[in-house]
């Protein structure tokens, strides 16, 4: 397996909701990444986890809250977002070795605040 | 922190005439700069990367240079397709701060058939 899933591929929520985004890989990669991406910007980065342990928080807001379970999975706990949290939410992953540097996003979940 | 500008922020160009994209960033401790694909609704797709012990580096229609002393890297795509035609990102990574990205602010290519 030599992509990044993510799911679901799109969701709405209203801003008083609680829901989860889910990242998974297999290719081995012990670093992953949130970002956000609003419409035509760039991906900006939330969060990096490295060996299962939060290693930056980009000043994010707490009603994003991640959570990596395992070196396979990362997911992205939403609560009481704001209309102007819509965006897509983008997974990436990447290897550990010092060597590997390039970054594999996931297809993104495209996430709309009522 | 890493600040990276990107130019121009729209680019069009007739099939078959070169496209050249360009970056500057501010950090001098960056040591590698990855250059992404992102077609309307899909996610970003590395097409490039340079490292910063590398001046240029060169793949079919696709190349990248890297002037360290400016601080500057350009995309170079040659013989432009229509499938060409997407946003192009490029990005710096800053060798203090793990493996942390910053992205300039993107280019939209558009190819004329």
């Known amino acids: 397996d030599t992509e990044v899933t993510q799911t679901p591929k799109h969701l709405v929520m209203g801003m008083t909701n609680k829901k989860s985004l889910k990242c998974e890989q297999h290719?081995?990669?012990?670093?992953m990444y949130w970002y956000k991406q609003k419409a035509k910007k760039p991906p900006e980065l939330m969060f990096v986890?490295?060996?299962?342990?939060?290693?930056i928080n980009e000043s994010v807001p707490s009603r994003f809250s991640p959570e990596c379970p395992n070196s396979s999975l990362l997911n992205l706990h939403l609560h009481a977002l704001q209309p102007e949290d819509s965006a897509l939410y983008l997974c990436?992953?990447?290897?550990?070795?010092?060597?590997?540097?390039?970054?594999?996003f996931g297809p993104g979940t495209r996430l709309t605040v009522l | 922190g890493e600040n990276v500008e990107q130019h121009p922020s729209t680019l069009s160009v007739q099939e078959g005439d070169s496209a050249v994209i360009k970056c500057t960033y501010s950090?001098?401790?960056?040591?590698?700069f990855p250059w992404y694909k992102q077609e309307l609704g899909k996610r970003p797709q590395l097409i490039i990367d340079?490292?910063?012990?590398?001046g240029e580096k060169k793949d079919q229609r696709i190349a990248v240079t890297l002037n360290k002393t400016a601080k500057h890297f350009s995309l170079h795509i040659t013989e432009t397709q229509p499938e060409d035609s997407a946003v192009y990102f490029c990005?710096?990574?800053?060798?203090?701060?793990?493996?942390?990205?910053?992205f300039g602010g993107g280019t939209r290519l558009m190819v004329k058939p």
């Open positions: 986890y490295s060996y299962e342990k939060l290693s």
């Open positions: 950090d001098s401790a960056s040591n590698y």
């Open positions: 990436a992953s990447s290897h550990p070795l010092a060597g590997e540097l390039e970054q594999f």
């Open positions: 290719m081995g990669h012990r670093a």
């Open positions: 340079i490292r910063s012990n590398v």
């Open positions: 990005a710096a990574r800053n060798g203090n701060a793990g493996n942390m990205l910053t």
